[in-house]
């Protein structure tokens, strides 16, 4: 059975730090790329969610979008089946349900997300 398992979030000041991570079970990890989204307050239902970057099967590659670049950095341990995305300098702004989806081929899974809170 395949398991993706977000945790770490919670509560922090601006300007502060976050790690999440991101379980994979049941799975060969080192054949899926992740990708972090998030989902702010009050989103409407159906509504996608937004992308906030991604990393390669073997770490070799990463991207961000525009919002997170120089802040956030992704990274994996394959031997952990874990991804994680660390967040610095935080605002408010940030403040969202963070998912990780693994994709290999077309095999897609999604976890339950994490909530990260970013308030003074």
């Known amino acids: 059975q395949v398991q993706i398992v977000e945790s770490g979030g919670g509560s922090v000041q601006p300007g502060g730090s976050l790690t999440i991570s991101c379980l994979a079970s049941?799975?060969?990890?080192?054949?899926?790329?992740v990708s972090w989204y998030r989902q702010g307050p009050g989103t409407a239902p159906g509504t996608e969610r937004d992308?906030?970057?991604?990393?390669?099967?073997?770490?070799?590659?990463?991207e961000y979008r525009n919002p997170v670049k120089g802040r956030f950095t992704i990274s994996r341990d394959n031997a952990k089946n874990t991804v994680y995305l660390q967040m610095n300098d935080l605002k408010p702004a940030d403040t969202a349900v963070y998912f990780c989806?693994?994709?290999?081929?077309?095999?897609?899974?999604w976890g339950q997300g994490t909530q990260v809170t970013v308030s003074a």
């Open positions: 992308l906030v970057g991604f990393i390669s099967r073997s770490g070799d590659r990463t």
């Open positions: 989806k693994a994709v290999s081929g077309n095999l897609v899974y």
């Open positions: 049941g799975v060969t990890f080192n054949q899926y790329s």
